[in-house]
């Protein structure tokens, strides 16, 4: 099936032009998903899905995230939507909300694959801040200069919860009061993908460089996330209601711009199951 696109950036992102009828056809879903393996970010711009149709959707795509464990109950647990919002009546863990103020890939501390994608509309969004800016890791490892490819071969890095929320914790937080805090993994730097491309695989949740001295380590972490977030390779979403957007999370980092508690911003995201290992 031929989709209606346009190209946002030379290496990020494009926005489809459908119907909402459009979202039911599996022939449409499997256009996008080819689409989304090249263009990392898909924009649905104003499309007002409800979470009939994002689930739908979702699940011509692959296997949904289940979100039970993740949500306080009720309707976003038994639908496998997740509500993303400050609001603590909505959302009873707002803390880690805050998290995603930072670059990261979701999924990355868990024994099983990251999600393949997510799938975000937006219900209410924020009078200031609330953009949602994407990386595209897969480009960020193609342009590297060869001897930096070559650096990076073999290098290894702990990945950690802490690593990724110790910005928004209070001083008079300890690790024992939010849970999962404890979360871990060593991942490579440079993931080899199934179909043998490769892509960089930093974020705030990388920690440190395995078997390298540790400024020396944070250094090059520091260094690879400014060059996968320049311009040429991100794109940043100003969101207006009604939105929906569809990300590659195994090769992007994706974070959200600060924005207002109160604002009452709220967004609802479904996920689809990763099927590939960082390796």
Not at 28 to 52: K, M, N, Q, S, Y
Not at 56 to 81: H, I, M, S, W
Not at 94 to 111: A, K, N, Q, R, S
Not at 268 to 279: D, K, P, Q, Y
């Amino acid at each position: 099936m031929e989709l209606n696109t346009e190209h946002i950036k030379p290496l990020i992102g494009s926005r489809i032009h459908a119907s909402r009828a459009d979202f039911a056809n599996p022939e449409f879903a499997a256009a996008c998903r080819e689409l989304l393996d090249e263009r990392i970010v898909l924009l649905f711009p104003g499309i007002g899905l409800d979470d009939d149709e994002q689930l739908a959707f979702t699940d011509l795509f692959g296997e949904r995230v289940n979100f039970v464990k993740q949500a306080p109950g009720g309707e976003a647990a038994a639908r496998d939507v997740y509500k993303i919002t400050l609001d603590p009546k909505i959302n009873n863990a707002p803390e880690y909300v805050l998290g995603t103020f930072f670059w990261h890939m979701d999924g990355v501390m868990e024994t099983f694959p990251p999600p393949l994608a997510s799938l975000l509309t937006a219900r209410s969004v924020a009078p200031r801040g609330g953009q949602t800016e994407f990386c595209n890791l897969y480009a960020a490892y193609e342009h590297l200069p060869d001897a930096d490819k070559a650096e990076l071969e073999g290098l290894r890095v702990h990945h950690s919860v802490f690593a990724s929320i110790r910005g928004v914790l209070e001083l008079d937080v300890t690790p024992a009061d939010w849970q999962g805090i404890s979360k871990s993994n060593d991942h490579p730097l440079v993931w080899t993908h199934e179909d043998g491309r490769k892509s960089l695989l930093v974020g705030t949740t990388a920690e440190r460089v395995l078997d390298m001295p540790l400024a020396e380590g944070r250094a090059l972490l520091v260094r690879l996330l400014e060059w996968a977030a320049q311009p040429d390779f991100s794109y940043r979403h100003e969101w207006a209601e009604g939105d929906f957007v569809v990300w590659k999370n195994s090769g992007a980092l994706h974070r959200v711009i600060p924005y207002d508690r109160n604002s009452g911003r709220t967004m609802h995201r479904t996920s689809v199951l990763g099927t590939e290992a960082i390796r």
